[in-house]
């Protein structure tokens, strides 16, 4: 008896893998991908492919974007459009007037859109230290930070290597962003820890998402070296990763951010959801 019903569980359960669908994730990553990978593709085109995908949101679109994804039911799971660039931020009082504007007409639209996170940057360092360049960020950030409490918005600051892609960033280690975030004493302000650029800097990554991760709002992926597919063809270990970020209990977004080397970049965007889907 013992014998027949576990056959038959095991028949069953043989049955349902056959038939579930090829492209069904577990689901326990909320996946989403950059939008400037694919700027080649209509974004229409990569809504389409990206919810067949799996993906859950886009990254990186601002408000007149905004309406395709709602076509195509898709978060706008990192909102941009009110930064200056990423070498002219916070870190510099000259562009605190345009940024305190930027930011103060933003961060409304992206909470009637239904969205919470809004993309922002340190700045290049120009020769300024650490301390000068903490102070002048969360002077500038306090000042709209209780617009983004009002609304609900997360005002989310890009971790980048200046090593390799962005030389002189000065938000380039996991301990400068998450002394930016008790400076500016809000749950508003927190960090986008990049995956890729991180382990360019500092590498640790595991570790230092479980120390950190109650100051990191959002993570893009990307391969290293190169910043291509994250396959085995790189010396991150994603799905390991993956699992460190969801044993944190984080419950946001995880974005692909590597740029497609593959001919048919939608077929690398599917690899890495697949990869990352833990």
Known sequence: ?????????????????????????????????????????????????????????????????WPMLKKYDLHSSMCNGAEININKGWNTPIYHEQLIKNYSEMIPLVAQAGYTNLICFSGARKGMDDETGLKNCADGLKQVLSIAEKHNVVLVMELLNSKVDHKDYQCDKTAWGVELCKRTGSNNFKLLYDIYHMQIDEGDVIHTIRDFNQYIAHYH??????????????????????????????????????????????????????????
């Open 221 to 278: 992926t990307g391969g290293v070296p190169g910043r291509h597919e994250i396959d085995e063809t790189q010396e991150l270990n994603y799905p390991a990763i993956m699992k460190a970020i969801l044993k944190t209990g984080y419950k946001g977004f995880v974005a692909q951010e590597f740029i497609p080397s593959w001919p048919d970049k939608l077929a690398a965007l599917r690899k890495g959801v697949e990869i990352c889907d833990v």
């Open 1 to 65: 008896m013992l014998s027949t019903m576990a056959g038959t569980t095991l028949s069953s359960f043989a049955e349902e893998e056959k038939n579930k669908p090829n492209n069904a994730l577990i689901g326990n990553i909320n996946h989403s991908a950059c939008r400037w990978c694919y700027a080649d593709i209509p974004l229409e085109q990569l809504c389409a492919a990206g919810k067949e995908i799996g993906l859950k949101a886009i990254d990186l679109v601002g408000p007149k974007e």
